[in-house]
């Protein structure tokens, strides 16, 4: 008689169980393990940003203004003061290594708009997320009012820190034309004494107006975002570019009654508040360049005091323990 080999059904069942096991045990640790990584692509990114916002105090003598509004894009004719239309992230282009994009259409000849328009279409790796979303252009409907028009922009997932102001304010769209913005008679409202944070409209606020310390003050962290809302650039905290002026796109901040941070969390929308899709806690560059995880328990009071350069509180980055 000749024997048969091989493999019963019985036999076959229990090895596909097995298999299906150890895939599901293992299945969770290399998600920790990517998240991990993500994780740390995303500090590298905040250190990244927050050397460069030091990089252009040194270079110019104040941080990044904030710009003159969301309808508006950076322009690199217009210098680095009040007269510039865009706001923190198109003002650090040089030092993340985007000169080139920073400087494009800059006294060439070519339409001043045009340029803007090709600059808004460039993704620039540094100011996004990898747990979040790729590197891509977005849906945009707004015109800008210094630029061709588009329908596809490059985002960020990164705010600067605009302090504890009141949920009240809101700089707007700006004015409809250079020339009205650089009069005289426009009436700028100056918001230096109102915003306590870091960036705002039109602001050049310097390290010796940091009167509560570096290690104590927020520089820019992850700003909180819908996931149902990622892609489509229809929440109005993430439907214009990152290279506009002062807007809740770029901005955030730390009222301790409205602006507790939070994470990521789908169908539920939230304008001015940092956040990630990260658990346990939000990325945030102090003034000083140290990067630190701060938990969404954090206590009110502390973060606010944290969003404010000079209130001189006794709370500060110890009490994030």
């Given amino acids: 008689m000749r024997r048969r080999i091989g493999f019963t059904l019985v036999e076959l069942l229990v090895v596909i169980f097995i298999i299906g096991v150890l895939v599901a045990l293992l299945l969770p640790a290399v998600q920790s393990a990517r998240e991990s990584a993500r994780k740390v692509h995303c500090k590298n990114n905040l250190k990244q940003l927050g050397l460069a916002l030091g990089l252009h105090h040194s270079a110019h003598g104040h941080f990044p203004t904030g710009g003159w509004g969301f309808l508006w894009i950076g322009d690199p004719d217009r210098g680095t003061d009040e007269a510039q239309p865009g706001g923190w992230i198109y003002n650090i282009l040089p030092y993340i290594e985007q000169l080139p994009l920073h400087q494009l259409g800059k ?51 990164y705010a600067i820190n605009a302090g504890d102001v009141p949920e009240t304010y809101e700089a707007g769209p700006g004015p409809s034309t250079l020339e009205e913005g650089d009069s005289p008679q426009y009436g700028w409202r100056d918001f230096s004494d109102l915003s306590t944070g870091i960036c705002f409209l039109r602001s050049k606020v310097t390290y010796a107006h940091v ?16 996931p149902d809302r990622y892609e489509d650039g229809i929440a109005g905290y993430q439907d214009q570019c990152a290279l506009i002026g002062d807007d809740f796109d770029i901005n955030a901040w ?36 140290s990067v630190r995880t701060v938990s969404y328990l954090v206590a009110p009071e502390v973060h606010q005091a944290l969003g404010n350069r000079q209130d001189s509180s006794a709370l500060g980055v110890g009490d994030l323990e």
């Fill in 211 to 226: 009167k509560d310390g570096t290690s104590n003050t927020y520089f820019v962290g992850e700003k909180y975002l819908d």
């Fill in 107 to 157: 006294e060439d000849g070519s339409d001043p708009k045009l340029a803007a328009s090709l600059r808004i279409r460039q993704p620039i790796p540094t100011i996004n997320c990898p747990s979040r979303r790729r590197l891509k252009l977005y849906p945009c409907d707004w015109e800008f009012r210094n630029a061709v028009t588009t329908n596809m922009v490059v985002r960020s997932d």
């Fill in 254 to 289: 730390t009222n301790a009654k409205n602006d507790i941070p939070r994470q990521d969390t789908p169908g539920l929308s939230h304008w001015r508040l940092f956040g990630s899709a990260h658990r346990g806690g939000f990325h945030m560059t102090l003034c000083d360049g």
